[in-house]
C-alpha cells in the first residue's frame, strides 16, 4: 500500500481532474493550491520591486523575497542565503556560470561534461568553447543509460577547470553517483556543477554534503510557477565571479567611467527579479518539505516498478535506462519496435495520457544510443495506480494498432 492519502494528495492539485493522467513530471510538474495561493496572496497584498523604495509595500516585498533565498538556502542546506541566486530556471543558472565562471577561463583549459547532458548543459559550454577557446570534454554513456564514470580518471586532468554534470537524466532516470565525481575533480582542483534539474523536486537537499561548488534547479519542476530557479554556489566561487548581465540591481556605484559590482547574490540578478515566482518556489520548496518523505518515496518506487515490470512483460517494448530500481528516479523511457515514440503520445493523448515523446533535449544521448528518441513516462508523487492503469491500457492500444 501507499502509506499516504493519494486521492487526498491529488485534490490538492486543481489541474487533476478526474481523466487526466498526467505522467510529463519531468517536463513541469503540476502545482498545488498551497503554491498558488501563495502566489496569490504576494501579487495582491505585497506587490512591489524589491530592494530600491522605501515605503511600506516596497519593504514588504523586499523582506517577502529575501524570506524567499533563506527558505531556498533552507532546501538545499547552503552556508548563507546569499548562496542562493534566483534565476530564470535551470538554463539560466547554467548560463550564468558559463559566463561568470566561464569569464576567468583560458584557452585550452578544459571543461568536462557527459553525453546525456540535457542541452542546456551542453550549449552553453560550447558558446564558452567558441568564445574563450576552452575545450569541451563529455564523459560517455553506458549501455543502461547513466554516465560511465570510469571514464572519468581518462577525462580529467591538470587542465580541468570545471565538471558539469546532471544529478540525475531527465531521460533515462539514473542517478549520478556524485561522490565519485566530486572525488575525481576534486584530486586535480576543479569545481563540480550539478544540473539538480530532475533531484531537486524530489526532497531537500545538501549541496555541502554533496561537496559540490554549483547546484541549478527550475521552480517549475518543483511544483512552483515557471520564469524562476535557482543557482545555488559556494560563497568564494561566487564571490570571484564575473556578473553575467548588466543593469539594475547588480551594482554598488556606477559612473558613466566604470561600475562597482554589488556582492552575491546581487551581482548576480540584474533587472527586476521574479519576485512573485521566488515567493511561490519558497512556497513550493515547504510544501515538498511537507511531504511524508518515506511514504513518497515508498509508494514512487512501487509505481516504478509497476511501470518497469510491465514495459519488460511487453515484448517490443525496451527500457531505456536502468531497468532496476536502484540509482534511478520514477522516470522511465522506452522504445517500442516498429513504432515511432510520438504515435505512441498521440495514442494514449487521446485517452488522457499525457507522455512525452522525442529526443528530450538530450540529442546526443540519442545519438549514443542510436535513437531517434523515446516516450518517457516520469511520475510525480500525486500520480497512483490508476495513472499507471491507464498508460498500459493506452500502451496495449499502440501495440495492437501497430501490429
Ligand atoms: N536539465 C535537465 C536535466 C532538465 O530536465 C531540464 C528541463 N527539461 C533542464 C536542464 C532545463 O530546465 P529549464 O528549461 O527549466 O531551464
Redesign the pocket.
Known amino acids: 500500500m501507499s502509506g499516504f492519502d493519494v486521492a487526498a494528495l491529488r485534490r490538492e492539485f486543481p489541474i487533476l481532474v478526474p481523466g487526466l493522467h498526467y505522467l510529463d513530471n519531468?517536463?513541469t510538474a503540476q502545482t498545488p493550491r498551497a503554491v498558488l495561493d501563495a502566489l496569490i496572496a504576494h501579487e495582491t497584498t505585497h506587490r512591489a520591486n524589491v530592494l530600491r523604495g522605501v515605503y511600506r509595500l516596497a519593504e514588504e516585498a523586499t523582506a517577502a523575497y529575501h524570506a524567499a533565498r533563506v527558505e531556498l538556502a533552507g532546501y538545499v542546506n547552503a552556508r548563507d542565503p546569499n548562496e542562493v541566486v534566483f534565476t530564470s530556471?535551470?538554463?539560466?543558472a547554467i548560463n550564468l556560470v558559463a559566463h561568470g565562471f566561464g569569464a576567468a577561463l583560458k584557452p585550452g583549459d578544459e571543461i568536462v561534461i557527459s553525453v546525456l547532458e540535457?542541452h542546456?548543459?551542453i550549449v552553453p559550454w560550447q558558446l564558452l568553447r567558441d568564445r574563450a577557446g576552452v575545450v569541451l570534454k563529455a564523459l560517455p554513456v553506458t549501455l543502461d543509460g547513466r554516465i560511465e564514470l570510469a571514464e572519468l580518471p581518462r577525462l580529467i586532468g591538470p587542465r580541468t577547470r570545471l565538471v558539469a554534470v546532471?544529478h540525475a537524466?531527465?531521460v533515462t532516470g539514473a542517478v549520478t553517483d556524485v561522490a565519485t565525481v566530486v572525488a575525481a575533480a576534486r584530486s586535480v582542483g576543479a569545481p563540480v556543477l550539478l544540473?539538480g534539474?530532475?533531484m531537486a523536486p524530489h526532497g531537500p537537499l545538501d549541496v555541502q554534503a554533496l561537496g559540490v561548488d554549483f547546484y541549478a534547479f527550475?521552480g517549475?519542476?518543483m511544483f512552483a510557477p515557471n520564469g524562476v530557479?535557482v543557482l545555488w554556489g559556494r560563497a568564494e566561487v561566487l564571490a570571484a565571479m564575473a556578473p553575467f548581465q548588466g543593469g539594475g540591481e547588480m551594482i554598488r556605484r556606477v559612473t558613466l567611467a566604470r561600475t562597482e559590482y554589488a556582492d552575491p547574490p546581487h551581482r548576480f540578478e540584474a533587472g527586476t527579479p521574479p519576485i512573485a515566482q521566488a515567493v511561490a518556489l519558497a512556497a513550493a520548496a515547504r510544501w515538498v518539505r511537507g511531504l511524508p518523505a518515506e511514504a513518497v518515496h515508498a509508494h514512487l518506487r512501487r509505481l516504478t516498478e509497476r511501470l518497469l515490470d510491465g514495459l519488460a512483460a511487453r515484448g517490443r517494448v525496451r527500457v531505456i535506462g536502468p531497468t532496476g530500481l536502484q540509482g534511478r528516479l520514477a522516470t522511465v523511457s522506452f522504445a517500442v519496435a516498429r513504432v515511432h515514440p510520438h504515435d505512441v503520445c498521440q495514442i494514449l493523448d487521446a485517452r488522457g495520457v499525457a507522455l512525452r515523446g522525442g529526443h528530450h533535449?538530450a540529442q546526443p544521448l540519442m545519438d549514443a544510443l542510436d535513437l531517434a528518441g523515446t516516450a518517457r513516462a516520469s511520475l510525480a508523487p500525486y500520480n497512483d495506480d490508476g495513472d499507471i492503469d491507464a498508460f498500459f491500457a493506452g500502451l496495449d492500444d499502440v501495440l495492437r494498432r501497430f501490429p
Open positions: 519531468a517536463a530556471g535551470t538554463t539560466g540535457h542546456s548543459n546532471t537524466s531527465n544540473d534539474a530532475q527550475s517549475h519542476k530557479g533535449c
